[in-house]
């Protein structure tokens, strides 16, 4: 099969875990890329926080796919054109926002694409979402009302708490919010919220229409739970070694983890570099 999209989750899959893209894995992807290949990079990360890998893989030399947000937003990273964009009217964000406030030992982290909302820098992941996302962090009293006197539609919020924590939550999270509001847990400490319908299998598919790509030419990487749905829509769906058992059970391959260059192996049997 003549793949002509490679699709690629970030953390836990295309960086190692100290959060950088291996020679070998780099080497295998900038080789396909001169191929005509198009890379895309899909993530939970807000887009500022795509920046790094884009750069590193050279996805401006390419026409590269910057897909962030889980699916929320595509940008070419050539033109910087937004080729799709789903986001949380400003009227049901605050409404939610203000659901989340009945259990303060949760996170709630918001962004407009510049800045983080937050009343406390420390609580939980806030300090690591600025700093891996390339967002400011604003200190506000109540973020509910500071996103409505915003009046920005953000296009995720993302709630954050320690997995003993968070897990047993999750079902009043999105209480009264599953018809409007897509949930998905994208790591052990993060419940991602979009608007009804975001996910990585429908920005994957929104971008296939655009570029002339069908499905079955996509072969996608990942290792979380919100990786499914990109596996599910993909050609050939690859897990890494170190993913969760839901994503190995519906994989079409297993490779090696993150620290072993899983990425570079797969491509090494399917393509000719």
């Not at 993530?43 to 590269?64: D, I, N």
């Not at 699916?71 to 964009?85: H, M, N, S, Y």
């Not at 400490?189 to 570029?211: N, P, R």
């Not at 790509?213 to 990786?227: C, P, R």
Request: glycine share 6%; charged share 25%.
């Amino acid at each position: 099969m003549a793949y002509k999209m490679l699709a690629f989750d970030l953390d836990g899959t295309l960086n190692n875990d100290d959060k950088v893209i291996t020679p070998k894995t780099k080497e295998a992807i900038m080789s396909l890329q001169k191929q005509g290949v198009v890379v895309a990079l899909v993530s939970g990360r807000q887009a500022p926080g795509l920046k790094r890998e884009a750069e590193a893989l050279e996805l401006e030399k390419y026409h590269g796919l910057r897909i962030s947000y889980n699916g929320g937003r595509i940008e070419d990273a050539t033109t910087k054109e937004i080729l799709f964009d789903s986001s949380i009217d400003n009227k049901l964000a605050v409404k939610f926002l203000r659901h989340l406030e009945q259990w303060p030992e949760l996170s709630p982290i918001v962004d407009d694409g510049e800045y983080i909302y937050t009343t406390d820098a420390s609580r939980h992941k806030v300090m690591d979402e600025s700093r891996n996302n390339n967002l400011k962090i604003k200190i506000v009293d109540n973020i509910a009302d500071a996103v409505a006197a915003g009046g920005f539609d953000p296009v995720k919020i993302l709630t954050a708490a320690p997995n003993e924590i968070l897990v047993p939550h999750l079902a009043d999270i999105r209480r009264g919010f599953e018809d409007k509001m897509s949930f998905v847990q994208s790591a052990p400490w993060f419940y991602e919220g979009t608007i009804k319908g975001v996910s990585k299998l429908s920005a994957l598919d929104h971008a296939c229409d655009c570029l002339g790509i069908d499905q079955s030419e996509v072969m996608a990487f990942g290792d979380a739970q919100n990786d499914m749905s990109m596996l599910e829509f993909a050609g050939y769906g690859v897990a890494m070694g170190n993913a969760c058992e839901e994503l190995k059970a519906i994989a079409d391959e297993v490779t090696l983890s993150n620290n072993e260059d899983g990425i570079a192996v797969t491509l090494s049997k399917h393509f000719s570099m």
